[in-house]
């Protein structure tokens, strides 16, 4: 029979060993997620992982058999998370920018109720090219990121809401550059507040207002 010790914690009666499993494995996730978006794929052990989840190192062995597989793992669910927000952003709205906004906005309670989410997800591909390993792992996912920004500028395209010779590769070459951009300042900037003030700088941007010369003539007023 396995020892309750494996888990780091006594089994509480009555609760089903499968649901405590799946509890642990997705502490071991976000607790990956936090650690290698603070100190990268290379430099986080296992060790500061499990200490992080409350797990023993032994446990954290039963969910995952190496450090490339934990970060190809928090990586497919960090993912599922932001692709659930997204979705639902697009969804309120008919009109590509504002879509295209409600986006832009939805990293703002991301980034609140996921810490460490934006961090992991700009630093990823950067990891992947340094390690082969994790290369081999993570493949071509995050490129639903850009398979979805693609949908909201083609529908605006054939409904005339964006412009017939709208470069679309070229947009959403730039949107995700801007994505994973603004996702890499979270950690740079001095705040919360300056990080959001930036997103809506964006949206700003999107709407085409931020230089607009009538702003600037409001603003010089």
């Not at 978006?37 to 992982?49: D, E, H, K, V």
């Not at 703002?108 to 989410?117: D, E, K, T």
Request: aromatic share 4%; charged share 25%; with cysteine.
């Amino acid at each position: 029979m396995p020892s309750a010790r494996g888990g780091g914690a006594v089994r509480r009666l009555g609760r089903p060993a499968a649901v405590e499993s799946t509890e642990t494995r997705a502490r071991i996730l976000r607790a990956a997620r936090e650690r290698f978006a603070a100190g990268g794929y290379r430099r986080t052990s296992n060790q500061a992982i499990a200490a992080a989840a409350g797990v023993t190192p032994t446990a954290l062995y039963h969910y995952f058999a190496s450090k490339a597989d934990l970060f190809a793992a928090a990586h497919e669910a960090a993912l599922a998370v932001l692709l659930e927000a997204y979705r639902e952003a697009v969804g309120r709205s008919a009109e590509p920018v504002e879509q295209l906004c409600a986006v832009i906005e939805a990293n703002v309670a991301l980034n609140r109720a996921h810490p460490g989410l934006a961090e992991f997800l700009a630093l990823a591909p950067l990891e992947a090219r340094r390690h082969p390993e994790l290369a081999a792992k993570l493949g071509a996912r995050g490129d639903e990121i850009s398979r979805l920004l693609r949908e909201v500028l083609e529908a605006g395209v054939r409904s005339g809401r964006l412009p017939r010779a709208l470069p679309v590769d070229a947009a959403v070459a730039l949107l995700t550059a801007a994505s994973f951009g603004l996702a890499w300042i979270h950690g740079v900037l001095p705040s919360a507040e300056a990080h959001e003030a930036a997103l809506r700088a964006f949206q700003s941007l999107l709407r085409g207002e931020l230089l607009s010369r009538g702003d600037s003539r409001t603003a010089g007023n």
